[in-house]
């Protein structure tokens, strides 16, 4: 297999003008991977596909590239989900972000939930990380990450959304009762009738079980329990985006 | 919901006589949850199922728990796969061992591929790693992880593997040929006659092509694709552990 071109994300307009490489770009395809010019590079955008550049300059504090091709349309499966999740300590948060953009989410809304770790998100590490993901996983798009926003306002932008219920798992146990148990993920993605555009994962420690009742009772909670398992939040978000991907998606 | 017992695995048999607390147990439990005397304490060895033990004695360098009675019979899902996997650097390894353990694995086999980063394994730690993972996700069992192997040594103890094949899913890229695309992951787990007993997983950088073409070749692997965007080694693990569960296992 021919080794693919380096690929990097901008903001920019891709296809007519030249195109200019910042210092970081221009030290990685340059010092990191010792491309020689005219070196191939591809770019995307989000809007414009994927384009060929050729490397026209290359210096320490940046580098120019010039279109050659178009090579991939922006074609991407639509509908993608949006993963609502309750920020967890910085390594869990980190990881949600890059292994959800790998799983193809359209967005990440973190949100305030009464368990919910109030500490700063750096909102600007987080989109590097979902960039780099991105770049790497071959997408042509990258997540937007929204700013952080109490549960139900959330959950007010959503139509119909998964509710990954820990506690439904839990009730064979002997603290819980029979009541309030959830679907099994499986059968829950199989019988939905329409796509969930949003799948909800709780925060370390899980829902109150005053937010666990109004989230029941929401007319557009799909709840499903995630196996007899109790999964970490990090470990739950993307178990049930893997499921959400092979029935709705593109896994399949 | 009632906060459940503290869970601590431990060797030793269970049921009969009292049970010596390490430093570190009574340090975790004495300290870290400051539990009084008479706590109830949940303890488990892969055998004799969950049993409820009551904290008698409690110091710096140790303590003793007495059994009250067995709570969870050693009922647990049979034939759970074994996931061979090339060892990645230290995070993502550690992070493979703890989220293969959630998701229910018997067994990790490491294994030595052509482009395996042949650091040493910190044997001691991956099984820490282990332990705490299943203590907090309440399995009855702890994986085994065993001693790294060369790939084909280790195919050789498997019936019948799943081989992740990532190069499968790239090839409607421009460097790759419409030859030698693996089926869609769904598709596959859903029409195999057998159950599986093991995931393979690549290292970073893929399997070589000399690798490729004899897995598959192999009468044993079905190759599967994990999707259009190519994903970290860490993160297919995931995912086709996730779609294992969901097919054969207790996901669903």
């Not at 010019?37 to 320490?60: M, P, T």
């Not at 005053?210 to 929401?218: F, G, K, Q, V």
């Not at 909670?221 to 178990?239: K, N």
């Amino acid at each position: 297999m021919v080794r693919p071109a380096p690929r990097l994300f901008t903001k920019a307009p891709l296809g007519s003008g030249s195109f200019g490489l910042s210092a970081e770009q221009a030290r990685y395809l340059g010092t990191v991977l010792r491309l020689p010019l005219g070196s191939e590079v591809r770019l995307f955008n989000g809007k414009d596909g994927e384009w060929i550049y050729h490397l026209q300059a290359l210096e320490r504090r940046g580098g120019v590239a010039v279109p050659a091709e178009q090579r991939r349309l922006q074609l991407e499966h639509q509908g993608s989900p949006v993963l609502l999740f309750a920020p967890l300590k910085r390594g869990p948060t980190e990881f949600i972000i890059q292994k959800a953009t790998e799983l193809g989410v359209a967005a990440l809304q973190p949100v305030l939930t009464d368990r919910t770790n109030r500490e700063n998100l750096r909102m600007d590490r987080l989109e590097t990380i979902a960039i780099e993901a991105a770049e790497q996983c071959e997408r042509l798009s990258v997540p937007v990450i929204k700013a952080p926003l109490a549960l139900d306002l959330a959950l007010d932008q959503q139509d119909r959304f998964i509710f990954c219920d820990e506690a439904g798992s839990q009730l064979d146990q002997p603290w819980g009762g029979d009541e309030g148990r959830s679907a099994p993920a499986g059968e829950q993605f199989a019988t939905a009738a329409k796509v969930p555009d949003a799948i909800l994962i709780g925060p370390e420690g899980g829902f109150t079980s005053d937010e666990r009742d109004r989230l029941r009772a929401d007319e557009r909670a799909l709840a499903v329990s995630l196996g007899p398992r109790i999964l970490r939040a990090e470990t739950a978000a993307i178990v049930a985006l893997t499921l959400w991907q092979l029935r709705f998606g593109d896994l399949d």
